[in-house]
């Protein structure tokens, strides 16, 4: 079956090839891609040809996608698995893009269980089995700041990531000989310390928010490791090891060694 495989990826990448101009301009744009080796240019343009193939965009509120745009979303989501594999991407299809940040409603229940309902304003939303939902203004803000280490789209796929063994919880599914044990404690200690800091209202230069909850501290921190990798080994360098067993890259080598 597996020469089966590969003669559909062949035909996919063959008929559906992203154009040279487009694809140089989407590297060029942003600095994460733009430091990977050529090689793993090469691969992250098959993974993103897959994702443009496979997943289903469309624009909310009348937003008109173009084919740059919907590249600029498929190789930042494929950035993360680059080393992990499209089938970690599998079990979804649709990515639905607003033009702004957009509002949603959930029902939190409290420990006496009681349910309240609340409206919140999100920039993006990751569902286990469900879209992948992004703003389009806070994709165009990441890549004016690029040093602000935020990025939606890997948030997001983080979330996804998190999601493939149960419900988000900071602890997606690890490698073989990745030991449990090495992962909680790396994360545990970063986490606590990183609440009471922002209990105390100490300043960080992590975004707050990683301080919601283990999943949410483990998508900002995923962020942080591939777009401002500096920050997340000066702040929390057993997480940053952790992540990079995990992802299985490098981002601060690749710094060090840019396009190499």
């Known amino acids: 079956m ?5 003669a559909r990826l062949y035909r996919i990448l063959r008929r559906h090839s992203i154009p040279h101009a487009l694809w140089r301009e989407t590297i060029r744009n942003y600095a994460p891609l733009r430091e990977l080796s050529a090689v793993d240019k090469a691969r992250l343009r098959e ?6 193939y496979e997943k289903e965009f469309s624009g909310a509120q ?12 498929a190789a930042l989501a494929c950035l993360p698995v680059l080393e992990l594999g ?15 940040d957009f509002r949603v409603r959930h029902e939190e229940t409290d420990e006496a269980g009681v349910v309240h309902p609340q409206e919140l304003h999100l ?3 990751a569902w286990s089995h469900g879209p992948l939902i992004l703003s389009w203004d806070e994709i165009e803000r990441e890549l004016e700041e690029p040093e602000a280490g935020r990025n939606v789209v890997i948030h997001e796929i983080a979330h996804k990531l998190d999601m493939l063994n149960g419900p988000a919880d900071g ?25 009471r800091r922002v209990d105390h209202g100490h300043r960080t230069l992590i975004d707050p928010y990683a301080a919601d909850s283990p999943a949410e501290f483990f998508a900002v ?3 942080y490791f591939f777009c401002a990798p500096e920050i997340l080994q000066a702040e929390f ?13 490098n981002p601060l080598r690749r710094k060090e060694q840019p396009g190499q």
């Open 171 to 195: 602890y997606p599914p690890l490698h073989y000989r990745m030991p449990v044990a090495s992962w909680s404690a790396a994360f545990s200690a970063a986490y606590a310390q990183f609440v």
């Open 123 to 125: 920039c993006g939303e």
């Open 47 to 52: 993974l993103a040809t897959l994702f443009l």
């Open 86 to 100: 499209f089938g970690c991407l599998a079990g979804w299809r649709e990515v639905i893009v607003y033009p702004a």
């Open 237 to 249: 360098a057993a997480v940053y090891a952790q992540l990079s067993l995990y992802y299985r890259q």
């Open 2 to 6: 597996n020469w089966l495989k590969r």
């Open 221 to 223: 921190v995923s962020e």
């Open 62 to 73: 009348r937003l008109t996608l173009t084919d740059a745009m919907r590249l600029r979303i």
